[in-house]
């Protein structure tokens, strides 16, 4: 049976095999998942307790491999680059669409939104309009916020994939 240390999920001073490795980073996960239904996204403090989690199971797991630590910036780069990107589109596009029902457009129409977007003065209006109801993108977030947290756990999960797969490096006598 697999020794399963729930401690190296949250502190960078054990070992953690492949089972506790992905036993971590579940429970990691599921607290962020809690984090984002209770708090809505708002807020750094739980956001960088999240972020020192995942740098702690992912110490722990090059360490039980014998690699080194520093290669935990892997994981948190990637999830960190795919929640900032998903974020980044995804708000955006939500705003666009409440900027366009506010000039009446039917959003169900592609031509007619092409054809608004499309039109030369589109960025400057669409960029007046949020500088002017700052509390849209605030939303826009918010309503990403799920979206961008798939994306950084899809991402961590990927690199897991290889941190879980490795093996013990044989060490000197």
Not at 130 to 154: F, G, H, I, K, R
């Amino acid at each position: 049976m697999a020794d399963l240390n729930l401690r190296a999920a949250f502190i960078p001073a054990y070992r953690a095999g492949p089972d506790t490795y992905w036993l971590g980073l579940g429970v990691i996960a599921l607290i962020d998942a809690v984090r984002l239904t209770l708090t809505g996204g708002a807020g750094m403090l739980p956001w960088l307790f999240i972020l020192f989690f995942t740098a702690s199971i992912n110490i722990n797991r090059l360490r039980d491999a014998g690699r080194q630590p520093p290669l935990a910036i892997i994981p948190l780069a990637a999830g960190v680059l795919a929640k900032s990107i998903t974020a980044l589109f995804t708000s955006a596009f939500i705003a666009m669409d409440a900027f366009l029902v506010a000039q009446g457009v039917d959003t169900g129409d592609s031509g007619q939104v092409m054809g608004v977007v499309g039109a030369p003065e589109f960025q400057a209006e669409y960029q007046s309009y949020l500088m002017a109801n700052p509390d849209v993108m605030a939303e826009a977030l918010q309503a990403a916020a799920w979206a961008s947290t798939w994306a950084y756990w899809l991402a961590v999960g990927a690199v897991a994939l290889w941190f879980a797969r490795m093996r013990p490096r044989p060490r000197a006598v």
